[in-house]
């Protein structure tokens, strides 16, 4: 059982950073997909950001990429998502997200989730 803790949300004017964190409580391994995904009030959660093969590859949704960044630190057991450029349009929940295997683009493919976090952009 993994679980997942998500920090670094906040409100931030459009243009700035954000830093999300996702505290893993064990090491997943190499063979783990770790993603974030996002949800506005009234849409679908969607993919954001995956990260795979201990790092070796990463796929962004095309609205964030150049701006957002997935990485981990696996000595920590945490994953990261630099948020930059930041505009309205991002502002949702955030979630950590992880499944073992292949990372698949449908949020109900993924197995550990954690409770979210805020994240607020105005304009």
């Known amino acids: 059982q993994v679980q997942l803790v998500e920090s670094g949300g906040g409100s931030v004017q459009a243009g700035g950073s954000l830093r999300l964190s996702c505290a893993a409580s064990v090491y997943t391994g190499d063979n783990f997909c770790m993603g974030w995904f996002r949800q506005a009030p009234g849409k679908e959660r969607e993919r954001v950001a995956v990260?795979?093969?201990?790092?070796?590859?990463?796929f962004y949704a095309d609205s964030v990429k150049g701006r957002f960044t997935i990485s981990q630190d696996n000595a920590k057991n945490t994953l990261y998502l630099e948020m930059n450029s930041l505009k309205p349009e991002d502002s949702a929940m955030y979630y950590c997200?992880?499944?073992?295997?292949?990372?698949?683009?449908?949020?109900?493919?993924?197995?550990?989730w954690g409770q979210g976090t805020q994240v607020t952009v105005s304009s």
């Open positions: 997200a992880a499944r073992g295997g292949s990372c698949y683009l449908s949020a109900s493919r993924y197995n550990y």
């Open positions: 990260i795979y093969f201990a790092g070796k590859n990463t």
